[in-house]
């Protein structure tokens, strides 16, 4: 089956093709990034952000240039996301839907960035009638806009455990990077300044201590606007000592907010392996980048878990393929007509082919 999928939820603009059948290939990759747009902002601004997809979309899609005849489907992200963003992708996978007479396959965001750990564990799903050892598994999802553990008990069969009652991770890790003076996104430039402490003082120990918050909650949610409200304290009290600040207290800071984070993110996950008898845990979106979380993942993990390659973390078209590939098996395709944003979908809202499976 070859699908071609269309992803334009927030900052990214992604068109990709994947072929499936006894192996996964991403035939296509194109990601048009926005960071340079909304650097000046410090943050993402939808109407920017909308405008850039209408422009890059017809770009990548001619550099693409798919040959039509073989292509088996459409895929398209309609949440969660930006609306405006959202509406972008949608209009223009239903124009190609017609013009070429393909079915679409409307795609979770979310249930795309866990399944992009198959595209290169293929084993983890095909062949596709095999018993899978690799169930129940746990997701946990890490992005700008989202973290939120899952259950998946099977393929397309989830339950939200828990999710972030205010900030996303990534979120936090943006506006904690404003309050510093960093630039945006804020992930990438926390982790290097917490690196760089690390790599002058062995076994470094922050002498700033910051919350985790919930991190001895019963639940399996998330909170971390209470986080960079305690950075803010911690700044304007440096800055009353002195107004820049100083090189190195940045860089401190930065380890103890990033080393909090990733204390909550792998206590809960702890529990929740525990708690559900997982047997794998899938990891996604763009917080995994973080090479200190992955390392710390790496050291503490006992079950096999799966994080994509730094391509397939951050938003991009070719997980929305692979998503879309387990429900055009199912024939799970949705009417041009019926196609719509829907900017809050959750991962236990949408999946047809699950609310089938549950009826049996
Ligand atoms: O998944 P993603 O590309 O887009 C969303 O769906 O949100 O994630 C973007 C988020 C941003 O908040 C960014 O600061 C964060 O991922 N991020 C990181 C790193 N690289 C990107 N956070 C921590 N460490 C990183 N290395
Ligand atoms: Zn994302």
Known sequence: MLILAIETSCDETGIAILRVNKEIKVIANLVASQIELHKPYGGIMPTVAKRAHQKKLPVLLKKINPDWHKIDALAVTIGPGLDPCLWQGINFAKKLAKKHSKKIVAVNHLEAHIYANFIDNPSLVLPLKKKNNSFPALGLIVSGGHTQLVLIKDLLNHQLLGE?????????????????????PGGPIIEKKAAKIESRIKNYESRIK???????????????????????YKVEEQKNKQSQLPEKYIQQISY????????????????????????????GGGVMANKKLRKIFKQTLSIDYYIPPIKYCTDNAAM????????????????????KSQPNLS?????SARVKGEKK
């Open 164 to 184: 972030t009652r205010d900030d996303a991770a990534g979120e936090a890790f943006d506006k904690v990077a404003r309050l510093l003076g960093l630039s945006f």
């Open 210 to 232: 910051l919350p985790r918050p919930m991190i001895n909650s019963q639940d399996f949610d998330f909170s971390f606007s209470g986080l960079k409200t305690a950075v803010l």
């Open 256 to 283: 103890e907010f990033q080393q909090s984070v990733i204390d909550v993110l792998i206590t809960k996950t702890q529990k929740a392996i525990k708690e559900f008898k997982s047997k794998t845990v899938l990891f």
């Open 320 to 339: 929305i393929a692979m998503a879309a590939f387990f429900h055009a098996k199912e024939k799970d395709f949705t009417p041009p007509s019926q196609l």
């Open 347 to 351: 991962l236990d809202s949408h999946s």
